[in-house]
């Protein structure tokens, strides 16, 4: 192979690996960084107990089964029967709510399925969704969202996280005039967690529904790496190869 084909042969490979990573961080803007690690066993574990406690009252993951869930994040038969399921279910079962199909008319929007939640907008919005609730009286449940405005979703975690506030700053439209514009909230009563342990609490439960999105994710990573190695030798084999039956005929 001549210079230039090694060359252009070497940038597919590192533009492949730096398109991978593009990819990974598109549309997630200015949100902070969850800091979640879908490698990390015992943080899903946290994230399922969590869901499980706290989420499936009203959301379900149809699309995942608990007997799926229990192999993955290595969960004993018993607990996930004693602890994880609703007593009604069979571990074949998908994970379902007992919220009826027509709770539209409590929320004013059903809540909906989170199966593939963490793929539609992303690990990082879920985290920001989840610390993002504040005090706002005008709003039917009395709270308000930073990056889901007039969210139908109650802060049901605020004995948690404890409630928010919004803040607020002055600034001046194109025509001048003045409006305040929510730019952040900040702690107003405190909850049963410190702000490092909710925020964990909330790292792991979007972790869970990171996992919950695509229970290969973590498999699907490491073959990649592995794939991408392979193929970096291989080449280099088979150039070598390629050298050894072309050097007579040149
Ligand atoms: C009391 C019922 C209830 C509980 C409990 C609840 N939710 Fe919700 N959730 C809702 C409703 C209603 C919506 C629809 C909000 C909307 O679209 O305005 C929603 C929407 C969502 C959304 C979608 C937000 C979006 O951008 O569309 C996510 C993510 C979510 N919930 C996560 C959770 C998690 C995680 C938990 C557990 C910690 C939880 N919810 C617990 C009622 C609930």
Known sequence: MSKPLVLIALAFLVSGAAGGVAMAEEGEGSLPHSGADINDIESLQRGARNFMNYCSGCHSLKYLRYNRMATDLHIPEPELAANLMFTSDKSFDTIGTSMPADAEGWFGKQPPDLSLMARARSVDYLYAFLKGFYVDK????????????????????????GLQKPVFKNEADEHGSANMVLVGVEQMTPGALKPEEYDQFVRDTVNFLDYAAEPVKAKRQSMGVFVTLFLLVFFAFAYMLKKEYWKDVH
Do not use: C, E, Y
């Open 138 to 161: 005008t709003r039917p449940w009395g709270t308000n969202n930073l990056v889901l405005p007039a969210a139908a979703m109650p802060d049901v975690l605020a004995s948690l996280q």
